[in-house]
Protein backbone atom coordinates (compact mmCIF):
# COMPACT_ATOMS: atom_id res chain seq x y z
CA UNK A 1 0.00 0.00 0.00
CA UNK A 2 3.07 2.32 -0.05
CA UNK A 3 4.69 3.78 -3.50
CA UNK A 4 7.85 5.02 -3.42
CA UNK A 5 7.80 8.57 -5.07
CA UNK A 6 11.22 7.76 -6.94
CA UNK A 7 9.27 5.70 -8.96
CA UNK A 8 6.99 7.57 -10.34
CA UNK A 9 7.67 9.56 -13.43
CA UNK A 10 7.46 13.32 -13.53
CA UNK A 11 4.60 13.69 -16.08
CA UNK A 12 2.23 11.28 -14.58
CA UNK A 13 2.74 12.57 -11.00
CA UNK A 14 -0.13 14.88 -11.48
CA UNK A 15 -2.58 12.39 -12.36
CA UNK A 16 -1.57 9.90 -9.71
CA UNK A 17 -1.68 12.76 -6.73
CA UNK A 18 -5.69 13.71 -8.50
CA UNK A 19 -7.09 9.98 -8.35
CA UNK A 20 -8.68 11.08 -4.79
CA UNK A 21 -12.04 8.90 -5.59
CA UNK A 22 -12.91 5.31 -7.29
CA UNK A 23 -15.86 3.46 -7.35
CA UNK A 24 -14.64 -0.23 -5.87
CA UNK A 25 -16.98 -3.27 -5.75
CA UNK A 26 -20.36 -0.81 -6.35
CA UNK A 27 -19.53 1.39 -3.52
CA UNK A 28 -17.76 5.03 -4.08
CA UNK A 29 -14.38 5.36 -2.01
CA UNK A 30 -12.41 8.71 -1.37
CA UNK A 31 -8.76 9.18 0.44
CA UNK A 32 -5.56 11.48 0.22
CA UNK A 33 -2.20 11.18 -0.23
CA UNK A 34 0.21 12.32 2.40
CA UNK A 35 3.98 12.48 2.00
CA UNK A 36 6.47 10.61 4.09
CA UNK A 37 9.84 10.45 3.27
CA UNK A 38 9.15 10.82 -0.12
CA UNK A 39 6.77 7.68 0.44
CA UNK A 40 3.30 8.51 -0.69
CA UNK A 41 0.68 7.08 1.91
CA UNK A 42 -3.44 7.06 1.07
CA UNK A 43 -5.03 8.24 4.18
CA UNK A 44 -8.60 9.39 5.20
CA UNK A 45 -9.56 6.47 3.40
CA UNK A 46 -13.37 6.60 3.17
CA UNK A 47 -16.77 4.62 1.68
CA UNK A 48 -19.55 6.88 0.77
CA UNK A 49 -22.96 6.98 1.80
CA UNK A 50 -24.99 4.98 -1.76
CA UNK A 51 -27.65 7.01 -1.17
CA UNK A 52 -26.28 10.45 -0.55
CA UNK A 53 -22.79 10.32 -1.44
CA UNK A 54 -21.49 11.46 2.39
CA UNK A 55 -18.89 9.85 3.60
CA UNK A 56 -19.74 7.39 6.39
CA UNK A 57 -18.32 6.98 9.63
CA UNK A 58 -17.45 3.89 11.99
CA UNK A 59 -20.35 3.66 14.31
CA UNK A 60 -18.25 0.71 16.36
CA UNK A 61 -14.82 -0.50 16.05
CA UNK A 62 -16.42 -4.31 17.14
CA UNK A 63 -19.15 -5.01 14.58
CA UNK A 64 -18.00 -2.61 11.91
CA UNK A 65 -21.27 -0.98 11.15
CA UNK A 66 -20.93 2.43 9.24
CA UNK A 67 -23.39 5.06 9.66
CA UNK A 68 -24.32 7.79 7.32
CA UNK A 69 -24.31 11.59 9.20
CA UNK A 70 -26.88 13.16 6.91
CA UNK A 71 -29.35 10.15 6.02
CA UNK A 72 -28.67 7.76 8.65
CA UNK A 73 -28.06 4.84 5.63
CA UNK A 74 -26.74 2.12 8.12
CA UNK A 75 -24.37 -0.42 6.70
CA UNK A 76 -21.96 -3.08 7.40
CA UNK A 77 -17.73 -2.36 6.30
CA UNK A 78 -18.51 -6.34 5.52
CA UNK A 79 -20.58 -5.04 2.64
CA UNK A 80 -18.50 -2.65 1.03
CA UNK A 81 -14.60 -4.07 1.63
CA UNK A 82 -11.83 -4.47 3.85
CA UNK A 83 -9.73 -1.28 3.58
CA UNK A 84 -5.88 -2.59 3.29
CA UNK A 85 -7.79 -4.56 0.24
CA UNK A 86 -9.27 -1.73 -1.06
CA UNK A 87 -5.94 0.66 -0.86
CA UNK A 88 -4.16 -2.58 -2.63
CA UNK A 89 -6.55 -2.21 -5.68
CA UNK A 90 -6.68 1.33 -5.16
CA UNK A 91 -2.22 1.00 -5.93
CA UNK A 92 -2.84 -1.99 -8.46
CA UNK A 93 -5.38 1.14 -10.18
CA UNK A 94 -2.48 3.07 -10.76
CA UNK A 95 -0.22 0.68 -11.43
CA UNK A 96 -2.16 -0.37 -14.12
CA UNK A 97 -2.48 3.53 -15.23
CA UNK A 98 0.84 3.82 -16.13
CA UNK A 99 1.72 0.78 -17.91
ZN1 LIG B 1 -26.58 9.14 3.27
Not at 12 to 30: A, M
Not at 48 to 71: G, I, Q
Request: hydrophobic share 25%; charged share 30%.
Amino acid sequence: MIINESEIKEDTKTDYLTYKEELIKNWKWSWDWSSLENIWHITNLKVHCPKCDTPMYETSFYDSNLSCPRCSHKTNSRQCGDSDNIKRIIIDNIDRKRN
